[in-house]
Structure formats: structure tokens, C-alpha cells
């Protein structure tokens, strides 16, 4: 078992940054690829960004390519998704994830609570 819980959600000016944390307790952090996911108000949850089990690799989605970047510390047992340049349309429930397989569909088996993030415009 795998529980992960994140923070760093907030309110943010359209413009602005956030850096969101995904912490995960269990077993060994660094045998998962971690991701990271979103959900806004009415859509279905979406891909953001996927990184390997020893960070060289990462992919990211379309609309958040170029601002959003996924990193992690395995010493932490810390994921994290640095999002600049926020627009109003990031906002959403951001989830991190955790899985076997590095790919961007929802297949993972470990899923947070989800943290909100919202942008003014």
C-alpha cells in the first residue's frame, strides 16, 4: 500500500506560480512512476505530467507544456509539480498518482486526495 497526500494548492492570480508537493508513505517511493493529474468543475480528469522512478524521464500535456514542470526527490519521498505562468483554465482538483507503468492514462494504482488550485483572472 501507497498513501499519498498532497499540498501546495491555493488561490493564485492569473500569471502567478505554485509549486504542489505529493508525499507518499508505504512502500518504497522510488520503485513507482509518479503522475500527476487534474479534474476541473463538470470534465473528466485529465493528464498533466508523468515522471520515470528515477526522474531522467518526464512527459508533460499539451496545454501545460513549457510552464509546468515535474520533478521529484526520492530522499523525500516527494513529487512535485511546479506550475508557472498559471492561466484561469488550470484551474482544478490537482491529484498526483502513483503506478508501474510510466504512461499518461489513468492507469495507476495509488491515487491522493487531490489538492484545489484556482486562478483569477
Known amino acids: 500500500q501507497v498513501q499519498l497526500v498532497e499540498s501546495g494548492g491555493g488561490l493564485v492570480q492569473a500569471g502567478g506560480s505554485l509549486r504542489l508537493s505529493c508525499v507518499a508513505s508505504?512502500?518504497?517511493?522510488?520503485?513507482?512512476?509518479m503522475g500527476w493529474f487534474r479534474q476541473a468543475p463538470g470534465k473528466e480528469r485529465e493528464f498533466v505530467a508523468v515522471?520515470?522512478?528515477?526522474?531522467?524521464?518526464?512527459t508533460t500535456a499539451e496545454p501545460v507544456k513549457g510552464r509546468f514542470t515535474i520533478s521529484r526527490d526520492n530522499a523525500k519521498n516527494t513529487v512535485y509539480l511546479q506550475m508557472n505562468s498559471l492561466k484561469p483554465e488550470d484551474t482544478a482538483v490537482y491529484y498526483c498518482?502513483?503506478?508501474?507503468?510510466?504512461?499518461?492514462?489513468?492507469?495507476?494504482?495509488?491515487w491522493g486526495q487531490g489538492t484545489q488550485v484556482t486562478v483569477s483572472s
Open positions: 498518482a502513483a503506478g508501474a507503468f510510466f504512461t499518461i492514462t489513468a492507469q495507476y494504482d495509488y
Open positions: 515522471i520515470s522512478r528515477s526522474g531522467s524521464s518526464t
Open positions: 508505504g512502500r518504497i517511493f522510488s520503485s513507482y512512476v
